[in-house]
């Protein structure tokens, strides 16, 4: 079985995190995400995660760097989801995949009810921050 590669966006402002909740249409709604979306053909990671976040919310972002990979294996088919620490001073207005969209406290991340391929890394950036690694951030 084939593995979709899938980026997404740890989007940081004012020390809060971007999270957006699935549309109640979509495969895991009501489940909250980091946005982003598939790999395209040709595209590169950091290409498919700007392109995705335009076309989801409207964002310009800047990629600052590639933060943590994990594959995560649904009923569906297996995912291999590949994050970048990300900044914006721009807001979002609009989204096309979601319902809702909350800047959060990174320490709060697994307060909300999180997708599973998006667990491990909101984990790993709140140890990040606990542990004050948090200029990597």
């Known amino acids: ?30 489940y909250w995400e980091f946005p982003g979306g598939k790999v395209e053909d040709g595209e590169s990671y950091e290409e498919s995660l700007l392109r995705e976040l335009i076309e989801e919310l409207n964002l310009k972002v800047e990629i600052k760097q590639r933060f943590f990979d994990t594959v995560h294996h649904y009923d569906d088919g297996a995912i291999e989801l590949i994050s970048f620490i990300c900044e914006t001073s721009g807001t979002v207005v609009e989204s096309t995949d979601h319902d809702l969209v909350e800047w959060v406290k990174v320490s709060d991340l697994l307060n909300w009810k999180l997708a599973p391929a998006d667990i491990p890394i909101a984990k790993e950036l709140i ?11």
Do not use: F, Q, Y
């Open 1 to 30: 079985m084939a593995i979709t590669k899938v980026v997404c966006g740890i989007i940081l402002k004012d020390h809060l995190v971007l999270i957006c909740r699935r549309k109640p249409e979509k495969s895991l709604s009501s």
């Open 127 to 137: 140890e990040k921050l606990k542990t004050g690694n948090s200029k990597e951030l």
